[in-house]
């Protein structure tokens, strides 16, 4: 069993391009557009959206400029699989499809609940911990789970792809933000 686990674990890594030479596709620009501009009840417009140099540039999910990075790296990740996963097959929406996007809406629950507790007590901040654990392990099972749609030739690789980058950034994001909190907690 270990022997698979590698072998799985080297695909992985060979299927993911590395950080720095990540080079988003049209088509996933287009539909990160299409997916804000739906969420946020605007008209699409392919004219502007192919204009687009990249989608963390082009594209922008909240007005509020007061929210945590990583909440919004969720929303777009959202909105992404949310769109890609409109064409899936039907006879995997059941299986893969609703859990990916029940992962994706869950995730983005406990970091919205995360960031509106207050740091005023220990109850507070254990609570927001447990919170920030849950996104976490949400992120890791939206991973695994995107990896077996893509065996399952429920999403295309180039998607699997952009689905793996956009995880990877959310969870080191959320990372930062734990030894941010850890950090503080240890000054008072």
């Known amino acids: 069993m270990n022997k698979h686990l590698g072998e799985s674990s080297m695909r992985i890594q060979t ?3 590395k950080f720095h030479d990540r080079k988003e596709s049209e088509e996933d620009k287009l539909a990160v557009s299409h997916a ?3 969420a946020s009840g605007n008209q699409y417009k392919e004219s502007v959206a192919s204009e687009l140099p990249d989608i963390e540039n082009g594209t922008k999910v ?3 400029t007061n929210e945590l990075f990583v909440i919004t790296k969720v929303k777009k990740l959202t909105a992404y699989i949310v769109t890609i996963t409109e064409k899936s097959p039907k006879k995997f929406r059941a299986v893969f499809i609703n859990r ?3 992962y ?5 629950e406990f970091l919205i609940e995360a960031n509106t507790l207050r740091m005023d007590s220990a109850k507070n901040k254990e609570r927001r911990r447990e919170c920030q654990h849950q996104a976490f392990l949400k992120l ?8 077996l749609a893509l065996e399952s030739d429920c999403i295309l690789k180039k998607q699997y792809q952009q689905i793996s980058l956009q995880v990877a950034d959310c969870i ?17």
Do not use: H, T
């Open 36 to 38: 804000v501009a739906k």
């Open 140 to 147: 890791k099972l939206l991973g695994y789970m995107s990896f």
């Open 104 to 108: 994706c809406l869950d995730c983005l």
């Open 62 to 64: 909240s007005e509020n």
């Open 172 to 188: 080191n994001l959320l990372v930062a933000w734990r030894k941010s909190d850890a950090n503080r907690n240890s000054k008072q």
């Open 15 to 17: 299927v993911i391009p």
């Open 100 to 102: 990916i996007q029940n």
